[in-house]
């Protein structure tokens, strides 16, 4: 069974980009999964092949305690291309994605936005899954989810470095493993109503 999920994302400077491509990344390492990235600005030519997806993960910057603008402009739009549409969304697997400067940023908020965004359209939150990362004398900033989130992923990128070097590599693998993480629970998810109408139909 084949599983498609779709990675919508806004980035103004490249960083976040690379933590959409991260978790497509992690998507498709998982057998019979493939990915889809979307700019938020490229998103009326996607609205009728997102119907058709298993799982969209969003994904924004976190920019004065919220999600861009650009990014609310689309959660926006949402409301009269698939909310008003009788739920479109509906039973499909959703997770989520933010970048900052800081290393809090109050990047919580903005995984706590989307994913009040994704329950309005009555999507499966998946959560991040990891364990508590660097905080403790022992461990270190390899670590992946190293500022611990466990909504999303909260990936820290410096001001003053290029997308080419910033996030650290921990938080890209923190990414690839919520990519992975939502791919699995959507296959079970996706065999599991098989089989309940397989059972159904005998």
């Keep these: 069974?084949?599983?498609?999920?779709?990675?919508?994302?806004?980035?103004?400077y490249g960083h976040t980009a690379r933590i959409a491509q991260?978790?497509?990344?992690?998507v498709e390492s998982t057998t019979n999964t493939q990915s889809l990235l979307i700019r938020?600005?490229?998103i009326d030519q996607h609205w009728q092949t997102l119907e058709q997806v298993d799982a969209i993960v969003f994904g924004s910057p976190t920019y004065m305690g919220s999600v861009s603008a650009q990014f609310k402009a689309f959660m926006d739009a949402t409301s009269h291309q698939v909310f008003a549409k009788g739920g479109l969304w509906a039973n499909k697997v959703a997770a989520g994605f933010t970048n900052a400067a800081s290393r809090s940023g109050d990047k919580l908020a903005t995984l706590q936005q989307l994913s009040i965004f994704a329950a309005r359209h009555a999507m499966h939150w998946?959560?991040?899954?990891?364990?508590?990362?660097?905080?403790?004398?022992?461990t270190t900033e390899n670590m992946m989810n190293r500022d611990t989130y466990f909504l999303g992923v909260g990936a820290q990128s410096n001001y003053d470095e290029g997308p080419e070097v910033a996030p650290k590599h921990p938080d890209i693998l923190t990414a690839e493993h919520l990519g992975?993480?939502?791919a699995r629970v959507s296959h079970e998810l996706a065999e599991g109503r098989?089989?309940?109408?397989?059972?159904l139909v005998a």
């Design 180 to 182: 992975a993480r939502v």
């Design 126 to 138: 998946i959560n991040l899954g990891l364990p508590p990362g660097h905080n403790s004398s022992t």
């Design 1 to 12: 069974m084949s599983i498609t999920v779709a990675v919508i994302y806004h980035s103004s």
């Design 40 to 42: 938020v600005g490229d």
């Design 22 to 26: 991260a978790v497509a990344r992690g």
């Design 194 to 199: 098989r089989s309940l109408a397989q059972r």
